[in-house]
């Protein structure tokens, strides 16, 4: 038996491991089922929804909009203005369902027009605020300052992307509050953390560390096997979650309508400037939670090669978790003056709607870096240094 397989085996499958996995495995089954009841009612109630949104497709009219307006103040009156708890009180009506959706979106058009408004903290979104900035900074002599080609890209791609369409994409903006919400990084990360953890710290624990070091195999051969056996194993982990959120996500109404739609259609990404269809952005938000989560298994092995013990590695990883999560749920204000370490803190970076659902562009070098690949660049510099860590770390150690 290789190394890698012997590691492997000691970390996942064990049967202790096999029985975590079988548990997630359920949970996560019962996270993908529950979360479509709170969207919509039963098969029954997307079937009709189906049928009724299919002929409100497409580009924007203003009379469905005066329409949905109307309705839209009768229920919000009643429910309030929040648009899930809307939902969760009509979700057996179809009809106003899909009148609150086509509210939602007649408000996205406008804001692709119009814009945020100018005291926003967030990016600037909107043909009309984009060239009104745009016109400052030139008025001032700052055509060619980076800020002023920043906001040009922006408007350039938002022209490219065109006016926003409806599309019923109802269950894939639900697969994406599973992939994409802060909740995602408790269901998957700290059962993660319980797995990584082991790695080292066990072997420390009880003191088989020394003599496992100092075999014929040697330290490099084992540390290596222990690396590649952590990635594999947050693999699997990753992909039980993203196969059962997915599965049982659709599998109640058993329809895929709206895989071919612009992520735009969706409300959490309407402000995306990235030119993807719902499945190329499932696809590429799939690949992207499977590169966080080894990114974070690296830290937790990391954690692993310094601690004595499997809970306190469990323990410090689970507070770095909480402590980045924590800093990204404040307010506007410490989030800009904490810059890089919010964008880069594992509580956004691991989010695809935060990497994927604007267009945060940085400067470097006075070239204009998108965040997912500034995100990639900075992640793979820090996963580095981890596994440079852990094979120094070994290598000084004293058997």
Same mark, same amino acid.
């Given at each position: 038996?290789?190394?890698?397989?012997?590691?492997?085996r000691?970390?996942?499958?064990?049967?202790?491991?096999?029985?975590?996995?079988?548990?997630?495995?359920?949970?996560?089954?019962?996270?993908?089922?529950?979360?479509?009841?709170?969207l919509?009612?039963?098969?029954?109630?997307y079937?009709?929804?189906?049928?009724?949104?299919?002929?409100?497709?497409?580009?924007?009219?203003?009379?469905?909009?005066?329409e949905?307006?109307t309705?839209?103040?009768?229920?919000?009156?009643?429910?309030?203005?929040?648009a899930?708890?809307?939902?969760?009180?009509?979700?057996?009506q179809?009809?106003?369902i899909?009148?609150?959706?086509?509210?939602?979106?007649?408000?996205?058009?406008?804001?692709?027009?119009?814009?945020?408004p100018?005291?926003?903290?967030q990016?600037?979104?909107?043909?009309?605020?984009?060239?009104?900035?745009?016109?400052?900074?030139?008025?001032?002599?700052?055509?060619?300052?980076?800020?002023?080609?920043?906001?040009?890209?922006?408007?350039?791609?938002?022209?490219?992307?065109?006016?926003?369409?409806?599309?019923?994409?109802?269950?894939?903006?639900?697969?994406?509050?599973? *992939?994409?919400?802060?909740?995602?990084?408790?269901?998957?990360?700290?059962?993660?953390?319980?797995?990584?953890?082991?790695?080292?710290?066990?072997?420390?624990?009880?003191?088989?560390?020394?003599?496992?070091?100092?075999?014929?195999?040697?330290?490099?051969?084992?540390?290596?096997?222990?690396?590649?056996?952590?990635?594999?194993?947050?693999?699997?982990?990753?992909?039980?979650?993203?196969?059962?959120?997915?599965?049982f996500?659709?599998?109640?109404?058993?329809?895929?309508?709206? *895989?071919?739609?612009?992520?735009?259609?969706?409300?959490?990404?309407?402000?995306?400037?990235?030119?993807?269809?719902?499945?190329?952005?499932?696809?590429v938000?799939?690949?992207?939670?499977?590169?966080?989560?080894?990114?974070?298994?690296?830290?937790?092995?990391?954690?692993?090669?310094?601690?004595?013990?499997?809970?306190?590695?469990a323990?410090v990883?689970?507070?770095?978790?909480?402590?980045?999560?924590?800093?990204?749920?404040?307010?506007?204000?410490?989030?800009?003056?904490?810059?890089?370490?919010?964008?880069?803190?594992?509580?956004?970076?691991?989010?695809?709607?935060?990497?994927?659902?604007?267009?945060?562009?940085f400067?470097?070098?006075?070239?204009?870096?998108?965040?997912?690949?500034?995100?990639?660049?900075?992640?793979?510099?820090?996963?580095?240094?981890?596994i *440079?860590?852990?094979?120094?770390?070994?290598?000084?150690?004293?058997?």
């Amino acid at each position: 038996m290789s190394l890698f397989q012997f590691e492997l085996r000691k970390l996942l499958l064990n049967k202790k491991t096999l029985l975590l996995m079988l548990s997630l495995l359920v949970f996560y089954s019962v996270v993908g089922l529950t979360s479509t009841m709170f969207l919509i009612g039963g098969n029954d109630s997307y079937r009709a929804y189906e049928e009724l949104a299919a002929a409100w497709e497409g580009t924007f009219d203003s009379e469905k909009a005066a329409e949905t307006e109307t309705i839209y103040q009768e229920v919000s009156a009643r429910y309030g203005t929040d648009a899930r708890m809307i939902a969760r009180n009509v979700k057996d009506q179809p009809e106003i369902i899909l009148a609150v959706n086509y509210h939602a979106y007649t408000q996205r058009v406008e804001e692709y027009w119009i814009g945020t408004p100018p005291e926003s903290a967030q990016e600037p979104y909107g043909i009309a605020l984009l060239q009104g900035k745009i016109a400052e900074l030139e008025s001032q002599g700052k055509q060619d300052s980076y800020a002023c080609r920043e906001l040009s890209a922006s408007l350039q791609r938002l022209e490219e992307l065109g006016e926003p369409e409806f599309a019923n994409a109802l269950l894939w903006e639900n697969l994406f509050n599973n *992939w994409g919400e802060h909740m995602m990084q408790f269901l998957l990360f700290v059962p993660l953390t319980f797995v990584i953890a082991p790695v080292f710290a066990v072997e420390c624990s009880s003191g088989m560390d020394n003599l496992i070091l100092s075999s014929r195999n040697g330290r490099r051969k084992i540390v290596t096997a222990k690396l590649l056996s952590v990635l594999a194993a947050s693999t699997v982990v990753v992909v039980l979650y993203l196969a059962a959120t997915f599965l049982f996500g659709f599998l109640p109404h058993g329809s895929f309508h709206g *895989w071919d739609a612009a992520i735009q259609s969706i409300p959490v990404y309407a402000r995306s400037m990235f030119q993807f269809k719902v499945w190329q952005l499932a696809a590429v938000g799939a690949a992207w939670l499977i590169f966080t989560g080894a990114f974070y298994s690296l830290i937790v092995c990391f954690i692993s090669s310094r601690m004595k013990s499997q809970m306190g590695t469990a323990g410090v990883s689970l507070a770095i978790l909480f402590v980045n999560v924590g800093l990204a749920a404040m307010g506007d204000m410490v989030t800009q003056r904490l810059g890089a370490l919010v964008d880069f803190g594992l509580a956004n970076v691991t989010l695809i709607k935060e990497v994927f659902g604007g267009y945060k562009i940085f400067d470097v070098l006075g070239m204009c870096v998108s965040y997912p690949v500034m995100a990639i660049f900075v992640l793979g510099i820090l996963a580095a240094f981890a596994i *440079w860590g852990i094979y120094r770390g070994q290598k000084s150690r004293v058997v």
